[in-house]
């Protein structure tokens, strides 16, 4: 080993260092800033300068939470809210990759479908909520439809992508080597879209919270949506900030869970995100 060499290992090192203590640092405020903020609230409410009718404190929140906790009611809402993005997120993903991806194989099939997805993803999804209603009812189906179609039109579009997007050398090898179509669809196309239909995935779950809880405002007397409007209308304002925060933290939960799995089986595409 050359002294070159010798000199740089330390200088290594020190990056190494450093870029350990950045990260720490980057942890630390996540986690601090949240509850900085809570605590700023706190004095703020406490000191007059805002509204406790219309802002309570947190920790006025913070016993409503408890009490709803307790009382089982919270989870009930939970529960039922749940349900209804899980079971609409597999009527909305599940159609959607398979569309997606063999728009991304089928050039005559992307110039048949690409003109209709895009005309009808930017149509607010709740602004067809009647329509859904009075196809599926009143009950449960149509929240999943709701859902379901808010999530397809995202899967839709990003596994597009990603099989689009694939390099042309990965089907050249596929051919060279005489592979089926359907390997090729399940060894080539879907692995190779899988960052895309990861990234598919976190943007449906937040946009199926967000369709839901408007969904349950109007069509609901159940769900987290049903009990933050229910709250705000019988002037519960504790309890619809609780119903807020349940929202808010089912949405870090959402991104957190997606960003876990995907470290762990797409690590090279969590890499290039962050």
């Not at 004095?43 to 906790?69: C, H, K, N, Q, Y």
């Not at 050249?172 to 190779?192: E, K, N, Q, Y």
């Not at 900030?241 to 957190?256: E, M």
Request: a positive charge.
């Amino acid at each position: 080993m050359d002294k070159e060499t010798l000199t740089e290992i330390p200088a290594l090192a020190d990056i190494g260092q450093a870029e350990l203590r950045r990260r720490r640092l980057e942890r630390m405020l996540t986690v601090a800033s949240p509850f900085l903020v809570l605590l700023a609230w706190e004095l703020v409410v406490r000191a007059g300068m805002l509204d406790s009718r219309i802002f309570p404190a947190p920790s006025m929140i913070g016993e409503t939470f408890e009490r709803l906790l307790l009382s089982g009611e919270l989870m009930a809402h939970l529960s039922i809210s749940l349900l209804r993005i899980g079971a609409g997120f597999l009527i909305g993903a599940i159609p959607g990759v398979l569309l997606g991806t063999a728009m991304g194989l089928s050039p005559l099939l992307r110039a048949i479908v690409a003109p209709i997805v895009a005309s009808l993803y930017p149509i607010p999804k709740i602004a067809i909520f009647p329509m859904v209603m009075a196809l599926c009812g009143i009950g449960e189906l149509s929240k999943y439809m709701l859902v379901g179609i808010a999530v397809f039109f995202f899967m839709v579009i990003n596994t597009y992508t990603g099989v689009a997007s694939l390099d042309r050398i990965f089907w050249d090898v596929g051919r060279s080597f005489r592979v089926s179509r359907m390997r090729r669809l399940l060894t080539i196309a879907l692995p190779g879209a899988l960052p895309m239909i990861a990234a598919g995935v976190r943007l449906s779950l937040g946009v199926s919270l967000l369709v839901l809880v408007s969904a349950e405002f109007v069509g609901a007397k159940s769900g987290i949506g049903y009990l933050v409007w229910n709250s705000w209308q019988i002037f519960d304002v504790e309890a619809m900030y609780v119903g807020i925060v349940v929202i808010g933290a089912l949405g870090w939960i959402f991104f957190a869970g997606i960003d876990e799995l995907e470290r762990r089986f797409l690590p090279w595409a969590a890499a290039n995100r962050h």
